[in-house]
Antibody, heavy 119, light 111 residues
Framework: EVQLVESGGGLVKPGGSLRLSCAASGFTFSSYSMHWVRQAPGTGLEWVSS????????YYGDSVRGRFTISRDNAKNSLYLQMNSLRAEDTAVYYCARESGGLYLFDYWGQGTLVTVSS | VAMTQSPLSLPVTLGQSASISCRSS???????????LNWFHQRPGQSPRRLIYKVSNRDSGVPDRFSGSGSGTDFTLEISRVEAEDVGVYYCMQGTHWPPTFGQGTKVEIK
């Protein structure tokens, strides 16, 4: 059974940093591109970042580029999101999602981890 | 690419059908001939679950009450015989153009 479990969320002050993790199981993690998608409270979904099965292919949304860094450790079946210079507008539930079968075909999502940026 | 859903709120009667529209600001036909338009359902407090991928393909375990259709820039999700478990927010999402983008969501509730 495919499982994605996020962790690392919490309360952080503006300008602070946080590192999110996503533990994957039930599939060959190294074979799949992975993504982070976030959802601000009471609002819709926003794609944040992606990393290919080969970490050469890394992309960021305009709102986080230069502040967030995505990475993966295939030996540990884990995906990460290092978030620096956090702003109030980064407050959201962050989901990791697996891409399978084509362009941004997100077939499995984790349960999410809440990041709150507030003084 | 902007994705515009309508309606944003949809009260439905149990057993009746429901239809959600999604329009994109550009054609979603990719160079490989596929159209990367997907539908997700999100229940309160849960993560999104994909229902339909590439316009009309149902995911495993999704009841055949759910169907997707459309082409180019206009797409529709139909729910026939709405059940109580269908409440929540439905999102369309395009993956044809970078960055992938989602519609605003349509909240389905029972009358």
């Amino acid at each position: 059974e495919v499982q994605l479990v996020e962790s690392g969320g919490g309360l952080v002050k503006p300008g602070g940093s946080l590192r999110l993790s996503c533990a994957a199981s039930g599939f060959t993690f190294s074979s799949y591109s992975m993504h982070w998608v976030r959802q601000a409270p009471g609002t819709g979904l926003e794609w944040v970042s992606s990393i290919g099965s080969i970490p050469t292919y890394i992309y960021y949304g305009d709102s986080v580029r230069g502040r967030f860094t995505i990475s993966r450790d295939n030996a540990k079946n884990s995906l990460y999101l290092q978030m620096n210079s956090l702003r109030a507008e980064d407050t959201a539930v962050y989901y990791c999602a697996r891409e399978s079968g084509g362009l941004y075909l997100f077939d499995y999502w984790g349960q999410g981890t809440l990041v709150t940026v507030s003084s | 690419v902007a994705m515009t859903q309508s309606p944003l709120s949809l009260p439905v009667t149990l057993g009746q059908s429901a239809s959600i529209s999604c329009r994109s600001s550009q054609s979603l036909v990719y160079s490989d001939g596929n159209t990367y338009l997907n539908w997700f359902h999100q229940r309160p407090g849960q993560s999104p679950r994909r229902l339909i991928y590439k316009v009309s393909n149902r995911d495993s375990g999704v009841p055949d009450r759910f169907s997707g259709s459309g082409s180019g820039t206009d797409f529709t999700l139909e729910i026939s015989r709405v059940e109580a478990e269908d409440v929540g927010v439905y999102y369309c999402m395009q993956g044809t153009h970078w960055p992938p983008t989602f519609g605003q969501g349509t909240k389905v509730e029972i009358k």
